[in-house]
């Protein structure tokens, strides 16, 4: 199944705050960032750039893949992992509420964490042209049809590329890192969400021991019989895909594989790991209970 998410899925914008404007910052220090030697992304011309929205950081115009570990204390470490999938429209990447915060999270219940920081589609390179482009479109405007999910995984062969060596990556390192090579899974957000999809039906050698769909598509699509466990969150309220059929969760069940679904009353899009007053703030315990009912979360014999 050919798996772009193309203007059908805007940047992960958070219910809370969404006045605040885009302040450029200065490349954080990443030096524990792994390159993941996939190449230059084709046709990109701008530097990577970074800045801050919504109490968070993102980084854009990405055109070298990284992986950065955060490994769990020993004396607490399950041996499972985790590849970690910000999400950001596949022009942007929200790398701390989405990424290494969650990273952190999950280090902190004994899970090693990997945040990718996969390629994405070029944008402008001067920040007010990208605020411009990035803007969701008006109330009342013409509404672009709705892409198939299949439509839009077509044009993301790149950040696929990038997910498949992540997976590669840490189990070439596994005993490293102590971590068990049958048990790596993969958590993905909005965009994120959608690679992770795509890493578990299309990543071939990858092939996620669980996934974790975090506010991305959840329409109707093929699913095959050696599907992954799968953990779905998503509010009821999410301007883009909130108001769409439940489908995959009845085709993950159709396939009798597992699968886990909670929709929130509220949250919006891009909640991640911000503090809410909304239930939705609760996914991520959900999902480490849920892995630990899959056995995640105790040593292997």
Same mark, same amino acid.
């Given at each position: 199944m050919a798996i772009g998410l193309a203007a059908g899925c805007a940047m992960a914008v958070p219910a809370l705050a969404q006045s605040d404007r885009m302040a450029p910052i200065a490349t954080p220090a990443q030096p524990t960032a792994i390159d993941l030697k996939t190449g230059p992304m084709p046709g990109a011309t701008a530097s990577e750039a970074w800045h801050s929205q919504y109490g968070s950081v993102f980084a854009r115009n990405v055109t070298s893949a990284t992986l950065t570990p955060f490994l769990p204390d020993p004396a607490k470490a399950t041996g499972a992992a985790v590849i970690v999938a910000p999400g950001g429209g596949f022009r942007t990447l929200s790398m701390e509420n989405e990424g290494w915060d969650v990273a952190k999270g999950l280090a902190a219940k004994g899970v090693a964490a990997f945040v990718l920081k996969y390629r994405l589609n070029p944008t402008p390179a001067e920040m007010a042209e990208f605020e411009r482009s990035s803007q969701m479109p008006p109330p009342g405007g013409a509404a672009r049809? =709705?892409? $198939?999910?299949?439509?839009?995984?077509?044009? #993301?062969?790149?950040?696929?590329? *990038?997910?498949?060596?992540? %997976? !590669?990556?840490? =189990?070439?390192?596994? &005993?490293?890192? +102590?971590?068990?090579?049958? =048990?790596?899974?993969?958590? /993905? @957000? $909005?965009?994120?969400?959608?690679?992770?999809?795509?890493?578990?039906? &299309? /990543?071939?050698?990858? +092939?996620?021991? %669980?996934?974790? &769909?975090?506010?991305?598509?959840? $329409?109707?699509?093929?699913?095959?019989? *050696?599907?992954?466990?799968? %953990?779905?969150?998503? !509010?009821?309220? *999410?301007?883009? @895909? /909130?108001?769409?059929? %439940? /489908?995959? #969760?009845e085709n993950w069940k159709a396939a009798k594989r597992p699968v886990e679904f909670h929709l929130y009353e509220q949250g919006g899009h891009g909640f991640g790991m911000y503090q809410k007053e909304t239930t939705s703030t609760g996914w991520f315990d959900a999902f480490v209970d849920w892995i630990g009912m899959h056995g995640m979360l105790k040593p292997a014999a």
């Open positions: 049809p =709705r892409p $198939s999910p299949q439509e839009r995984m077509a044009g #993301i062969a790149p950040m696929l590329t *990038d997910a498949r060596a992540a %997976f !590669a990556l840490v =189990r070439q390192r596994a &005993n490293e890192w +102590k971590v068990d090579p049958d =048990r790596i899974g993969m958590v /993905g @957000f $909005s965009a994120g969400a959608m690679l992770t999809m795509a890493t578990a039906l &299309n /990543g071939q050698d990858a +092939k996620p021991a %669980f996934i974790g &769909n975090i506010y991305g598509p959840v $329409s109707a699509m093929e699913v095959p019989a *050696d599907a992954p466990p799968m %953990f779905v969150a998503l !509010a009821a309220d *999410d301007p883009l @895909f /909130g108001g769409t059929d %439940f /489908g995959l #969760i």
